[in-house]
């Protein structure tokens, strides 16, 4: 059945016209918080994401009274980890950091999990934060007190480049420009600068000058060594048999050209994955697939048989060959490059396990590409045609699943362009190719849930003028944490497809309790205690209408679905957010990759 929104078409605007704050009368004075709005405009930061508080009245006022919420404006939103959310996906398009404001302590505890799962994707981000006054002769009765904490970076600082909390309006200049070097300059990541609401509301008697950022821009990516690189060059041209791992490399279509016309003239077999966004055409006959979330058969067989490997920031290297060859290193040797070893810590474990590596490059992996380029003399004279795409069978037997999502997906948009901003758990590789960096995103960094409808709008706001479609497939979990992003989306006339995955319950922990119920021979048919979200069932598309969107369903069978995505495209078309509630079938895909699991004894191994 079919439930769809009545509302009117909202009267679409251009975004200069939403929010447009009446003219200020003109006042000499100047407050702490309008030298902050200016030095955040000075960064060139084009977009804040918030939800209120008055820990940051100061700023907030100065953003719209002083700066006219140009440059940057600011995005309501209804959730901190919402607001966090979208600048990650933001970041994802459009390779730069765009601004978030969180409401004290409380705010920045909200938005932590948005903030961790940005260090872990290492997409950049400035995070302000404000705090109570520091001077506790200042704090307002109560409320104050709660909302002031002796070291409110503490909260993030395992998982942020850098944090500051300076204690003048001269200080904060100098902290913004700084943080906005540190989040842009690869490895990049989010930064947090925490302004004290006393300095916010400080009247200034001399305006402090702001610096002319041209001096201050984040460094070039690290240069390969060259040494190292003369002995990668001898490694890989004396390779018979080389599979390139592409990981964690740039949206740049240049890059992507080059590492193209690099493979080429090596004959190698290229993987990638379905953690990180498209990084080779997997419609080019080098490439090897479907990518996976984890490695299959053929891809092991492959490492198994391979001379040389060479590693461009793969995500998880050591597990990757522990998958591939169990406790045996590989007798590959191998070329590793990577700048990540310089956010390791020792509070999260997102560095994996240590690689072995016979080359070792601590530099961007698009730069090491670039030097050995220019060694092999190669040209790249004309962009990669993509050939006819060669995809998973149609479903032929009528199922609701993910498969017919990617089925109506497919054959809707052929002629189009599209991004796919997210792909839940049960997405398989080969239910559709990449032949552009900005055809598939990747994966949240943190492995959590709640932040998908947040980076399926932030996303969606870098790629209007794109001419692309932006499409987000994700779970019904996911979307129910998350759901409010939408407003977001509707308010501001962000084009956005969601496709809601709904199988009414968190089903790969299903599959958990099963893996756990046969190793102690337990009933298996208990698995779904606990885990399933019906009786009452909830109104999926009728929580998206409640935030503004055009919503279809739930829909119950294929054709329908196929009609649904059809309007939901239209929709798009025209300016709007569409959301379709699909009533997926559970299971997985029996040919996804291999997926790892854990028995009792502890130890892990692939299985397909």
């Known amino acids: 059945m079919q439930n769809k929104s009545t509302k009117p078409d909202a009267d679409l605007k251009n975004q200069d016209e939403i929010e447009c704050p009446e003219s200020s009368v003109e006042d000499s004075r100047r407050w702490g918080s309008d030298i902050i709005a200016e030095a955040i405009r000075n960064i060139d930061i084009e977009y804040l994401a918030i939800n209120p508080g008055a ?32 600048a990650h996906g933001y970041a994802k398009v459009a390779n730069r950091a765009m601004g978030v404001v969180l409401h004290s302590n409380v705010g920045l505890m909200h938005g932590s999990m948005g903030i961790f799962n940005a260090w872990c994707d290492r997409v950049p981000m400035v995070v302000f934060g404000a705090t109570g006054p520091v001077d506790a002769s200042q704090r307002r009765p109560w409320i104050d007190w709660i909302h002031t904490s002796a070291d409110q970076g503490a909260l993030v600082r395992n998982f942020t480049k850098w944090d500051d909390q300076p204690a003048s309006v001269s200080a904060a200049i100098e902290s913004i420009s700084r943080a906005h070097q540190i989040s842009a300059t690869a490895p990049k990541g ?41 002995d990668a060059f001898d490694l890989l041209s004396s390779a018979k048999k080389l599979v390139i791992l592409v990981g964690r490399v740039s949206r740049n279509l240049d890059d992507w050209e080059q590492r193209i016309a690099f493979a080429e003239a090596l004959s190698a077999t290229v993987v990638t994955d379905l ?42 290297l050591a597990g990757t060959f522990k998958q591939a060859f169990g406790d045996q290193p590989p007798k590959a040797k191998v070329i590793h490059t990577s700048l990540d070893q310089q956010l390791h810590r020792g509070w999260n474990m997102e560095y994996f396990g240590l690689p072995p590596a016979d080359i070792y490059l601590m530099c961007d992996s698009d730069s090491f590409i670039a030097s050995l380029s220019k060694k092999l003399n190669l040209k790249v004279n004309a962009p990669y045609a993509a050939p006819v795409q060669k995809l998973i069978p149609k479903n032929t037997a009528g199922i609701l699943n993910i498969k017919a999502i990617a089925d109506g997906i497919n054959s809707l948009t052929n002629d189009k362009n599209i991004c796919l901003i997210r792909l839940p758990l049960g997405w398989n590789g080969g239910y559709r190719d990449f032949s552009h960096p900005l055809d598939y995103l990747g994966k949240d960094g943190g492995g959590g849930i709640g932040s998908g409808p947040g980076m399926c709008v932030g996303s969606a706001l870098a790629l209007k003028g794109s001419g692309r479609i932006p499409i987000g497939v994700i779970g019904d979990g996911d979307f129910l944490m998350g759901v409010t992003a939408l407003w977001t989306a509707c308010h501001y006339h962000i084009p956005l ?10 089903f790969n922990d299903e599959m958990h309790q099963e893996r756990v119920a046969i190793e102690r021979d337990r009933p298996i048919e208990n698995r779904w205690i606990g885990m399933r979200m019906s009786e009452p069932d909830i109104d999926l598309a009728g929580m998206s209408r409640a935030q503004g969107a055009f919503s279809i369903g739930p829909i119950t069978d294929v054709t329908a679905l196929n009609i649904a995505i059809a309007e939901g495209l239209d929709a798009v078309r025209n300016g709007k957010v569409c959301v379709i509630d699909v009533r997926v079938a559970t299971g997985y895909d029996a040919n996804l990759s291999g997926q790892v699991t854990r028995s009792a004894s502890g130890d892990s191994r692939p299985k397909t």
């Open 275 to 316: 953690k990180q966004g498209a990084g080779f055409p997997t419609t080019h006959p080098l490439h090897l697939g479907p990518p996976g979330v984890f490695l299959s058969k053929e891809i092991s067989a492959v490492l198994a048989e391979a001379d040389v490997i060479l590693s461009l920031d793969w995500m998880d």
């Open 497 to 506: 497809l969601m496709i809601i995955a709904n199988n009414n319950s968190y």
């Open 55 to 86: 820990s940051f009245r100061g700023l907030h006022d100065s953003l719209v009274n002083h700066n006219g919420n140009r440059n940057p404006r600011m995005l309501l939103c209804l959730h901190e980890e919402s607001a966090v959310a979208i």
């Open 190 to 230: 989010p930064v947090y600068v925490n302004l004290d609401v006393s300095l916010q509301e400080q009247l200034m008697v001399n305006k402090p000058r702001l610096p002319d950022m041209s001096r201050y821009r984040p460094a070039a990516p690290a240069a390969p060594n060259a040494e190292a690189v003369s």
